[in-house]
């Protein structure tokens, strides 16, 4: 009784390997000495666990006869004849038996995990054996109830529920959930209020409901899903909180603080060793510490950081190459003896770029911003006699048209009435999405598009944007490898073969339901249940802001362009381009900063734009070589070779430091 099963069922082995390896030597042929033990270590095997399993069916693989130990017995002739003959003793096969026994034994033992492969679900329990706290709040609640609750609890998420709603009789299954919210959340509002200069009980009485992520936003994990699995997602897509759902049940909240935590003993955070090894010597700052002057690869921006910014734009489009004014079809030999199609006015896609007067943070002053946006209309809509450009043309059309009744009524002087002579403040990239997405449904105009919506805030160095779909927009910028560490250094080519430090700095999320079924805003005469309907709303959009740089490229793209050039390509189809206009000299980070200034780049902008629309259709036309989207559509089961001809929309801008009638 004072053995553990594993360690009953060891003994109980070892003993009867011993007793059959004997039997065998002294009574069978050579192919009942194999099968002998093998039917014993498929027994052992299926009593320790699956290691054991993994290591003895290799075993079995490597060798005829799992349990031989002499080189002599591993030959196909040999057997009990020949080891009398020899001299063989039972000491002698006890011995080769006990080394046998030993070797496995140490095989047997279980492989350390890496921390990384540790399921998410040993973590959740490791949290809830220490402390349990029921994770949830109502969804009438206010922030300052929840504020309270978070600091109370230790908790930096919560699961909004809705209390009238009962899914069983037990308490802890008690309400729906309805959405989630964070301490990322609850400070957005307080910062939202305080640009609007609400008094503070209105912030502090706003309800959950009204901020929270909603059901259909909410990233999760599963309990099968492992610590790097989930440490990746939550480094990738920027959240601090992960529910754990497991059979429609949110089983709990991981957090980067859970994960760290997991990986250390409870001896291993306090008492006084730990004390003294690890706080003693890093604890208390001296009074006349300060802060350090920026390194010095940095200086050159810094210096530069407080101008505003300038973008030359770049804008082109190429159709579908095998539409006509009767339809498109997807292969060249349908299409028949046409031309390729050029012209624009057949294309789905549709986009604008627009200059804005926007009022500054004082709402006082007026200042320019660039507001630029693509649509690409859903060509499914063909099945059901509905023009796929109807809408993201209208889409984008009311964009626009919001936008110049806001800078024209800026213009003019007007004020918003209830901001006290202030200026009403900028459309949010989202919120111009959604109110031109109403006036669309308002018209009645049937059909669906993605969309990607931004405007670049020169005095801050800010893109915002918000992109629903498969459009998207990526950041190409000058960073140099031995400033970016080992990393992010360009491994593939020597320090002296390399022209450029032109690196992709950031690509936009792209929101799919499955494979080529992006989000996207859509209209059917009629409002849908959540249930019965694809379409998305514009707060389901991804919104995010990037700092920029002179120096930058920014594309802003349809799906025409990525499914077609990959990210590495555009990058260097990017690089030529500056190269081509002398805009890289010397292939030194500081390069830029000569050129930043330079009225070509409006000139040369458009180039680009152009360039990476031809080569897309080029791609696209390209049987030969596997696109973007071939290649993601193998990866999900789907039989698709070369590239993807679809309409192209590629907006283009690069940052510079003066505008053209300035140099």
């Known amino acids: 009784t004072k053995f553990t099963d594993c360690a009953m069922i060891a003994a109980v082995s070892k003993e009867v390997r011993h007793a059959t390896s004997k039997f065998s030597i002294s009574f069978l042929g050579k192919h009942q000495q194999a099968a002998a033990p093998t039917c014993i270590n498929s027994l052992y095997s299926s009593r320790i666990g699956e290691s054991s399993k993994c290591h003895h069916r290799s075993n079995l693989f490597r060798t005829k006869y799992p349990f031989s130990t002499s080189t002599q017995e591993s030959q196909p ?3 009990a004849t020949q080891a009398m003959e020899k001299g063989s003793s039972n000491t002698d096969i006890d011995s080769n038996v006990s080394d046998s026994d030993s070797e496995e034994k140490k095989s047997n033992e279980a492989p350390k995990r890496k921390f990384s492969m540790v399921p998410i679900a040993d973590v959740l329990k490791a949290k809830h054996t220490v402390r349990w706290v029921q994770p949830t709040i109502c969804q009438d609640a206010t922030v300052r109830e929840a504020i309270s609750f978070s600091i109370d ?10 209390r009238e709603v009962m899914l069983s009789d037990t308490s802890r299954e008690r309400g729906r959930v309805v959405g989630m919210t964070t301490s990322r959340d609850l ?7 305080l640009k609007e200069n609400q008094a503070p009980e209105e912030m502090l009485d706003c309800r959950i409901k009204e901020f929270m992520t909603p059901l259909s936003q909410v990233i999760y994990a599963r309990p099968e899903e492992t610590i790097g699995m989930c440490r990746g997602i939550m480094a990738k897509l920027g959240v601090k909180c992960l529910p754990i759902l497991s059979e429609g049940r949110v089983d709990g909240l991981i957090t980067f603080r859970d994960l760290n935590d997991y990986g250390l003993d409870a001896k291993d955070r306090g ?11 890093r604890v208390g700052l001296a009074i006349n510490t300060s802060m350090a002057e920026p390194p010095q690869y940095l200086q050159a921006n810094m210096a530069l950081e407080q101008k505003p910014l300038h973008t030359s734009v770049g804008i082109a489009e190429l159709p579908h190459p095998f539409k006509t004014d009767a339809g498109v079809t997807m292969r060249r030999r349908d299409h028949g003896p046409h031309d390729l199609c050029t012209d624009p006015e057949l294309s789905e896609d ?7 007067r926007n009022p500054d943070d004082s709402l006082t002053k007026l200042q320019d911003v660039l507001y630029l946006g693509v649509a690409d209309g859903v060509g499914s809509w063909r099945e059901y006699g509905v023009d796929p450009r109807l809408f993201s043309q209208r ?6 048209n919001i936008l110049s009744e806001f800078s024209a009524s800026n213009a003019a002087g007007l004020k918003a009435k209830n901001s006290e002579g202030k200026y009403r403040r900028a459309w949010s990239p989202a919120e111009l999405l959604d109110e031109a997405y109403t006036r669309v449904k ?13 405007f670049f805030d020169s005095a801050r160095h800010q893109l915002h944007f918000s992109n629903l779909g498969d459009s998207g927009i990526i950041v190409l910028r000058h960073i140099d490898s031995n400033i970016a560490g080992a990393l992010k250094r360009d491994r593939t080519k020597p320090r002296l073969e390399r022209k450029s430090d032109l690196r992709v700095a950031f690509v936009s999320t792209q929101q799919l339901q499955a494979f080529n ?9 009629e409002e849908l249940k959540d249930g019965d309907t694809s379409f998305k709303s514009p707060s389901e959009s991804c919104t995010t802001s990037i700092h920029i740089r002179r120096g930058d490229i920014i594309i802003m793209a349809t799906d025409g362009l990525f499914d077609n050039v990959d990210i590495d390509d555009i990058a260097q189809t990017a690089l030529e381009w500056e190269q081509r206009n002398s805009f890289v000299r010397f292939a030194d980070l500081l390069a830029k900063e000569s050129y930043s200034i330079n009225g070509l780049s409006q000139q040369a902008i458009p180039e680009l734009a152009q360039e990476l629309c031809e080569k897309a259709r080029e791609n696209s036309l390209n049987e030969a070589v596997d696109s973007p989207f071939a290649i993601l559509a193998k990866e999900n089961d789907i039989m698709w070779s070369g590239g993807m001809p679809d309409d192209c929309t590629v907006i283009a801008l690069h940052v510079t430091g003066k505008i053209l009638d300035e140099t």
């Open 77 to 79: 002739n040999y057997n």
């Open 153 to 162: 609890r230790g908790l930096s998420g919560l699961m909004v529920v809705d």
């Open 187 to 193: 400070l957005r509002v307080m910062a939202k209020g």
């Open 271 to 281: 008492g006084k060793s730990n004390f003294l090894k690890d706080v003693r010597d």
């Open 350 to 356: 549709a986009h604008f770029v627009i200059n804005v």
């Open 395 to 400: 889409l984008i059309d009311e964009c626009r």
């Open 442 to 454: 308002a018209a009645n105009v049937i059909g669906s598009s993605t969309a990607c919506v931004a």
């Open 517 to 525: 079924h992006p989000y996207q805003l859509g209209w059917t005469g």
